[in-house]
Nanobody, 118 residues
Framework: QVQLQESGPGLVKPSQTLSLTCTVS??????????WSWTRQSPGKGLELIGY??????YYSPSLESRTSISRDTSKNQFTLQLTSVTPEDTAVYYC???????????WGQGTQVTVSG
């Protein structure tokens, strides 16, 4: 069973870069047709897809594309999210998850709260 765990700072100052890492166990992030994804949920809002990396290729939500970068470290079986120029509107619980091509999300991390303030 695939398990995912987010890690990173819980507090980021406005205009700085938010960086989170998802560590994966029980499955390889190099597996074909698996989308390793970042999502977030802000207070009072629905779940928002930030983007994903699959077989080394990336997709970003158009609304966040200019500020988002997702990369992977295959030696550590990790993938990372960087979101630049954050504002308080980026305050959310951030989740990493995976899904198979043509299917819904399969496994989720527990989520990590990130607050933009300062």
């Amino acid at each position: 069973q695939v398990q995912l765990q987010e890690s990173g700072p819980g507090l980021v100052k406005p205009s700085q870069t938010l960086s989170l890492t998802c560590t994966v166990s029980g499955g390889a992030i190099t597996t074909d047709y698996v989308y390793w994804s970042w999502t977030r949920q802000s207070p009072g809002k629905g779940l928002e897809l930030i983007g994903y990396i699959a077989s080394g290729n990336t997709y970003y939500s158009p609304s966040l594309e200019s500020r988002t970068s997702i990369s992977r470290d295959t030696s550590k079986n990790q993938f990372t999210l960087q979101l630049t120029s954050v504002t308080p509107e980026d305050t959310a619980v951030y989740y990493c998850a995976n899904r198979f091509a043509g299917a819904g999300f399969a496994s989720w991390g527990q989520g990590t709260q990130v607050t933009v303030s300062g």
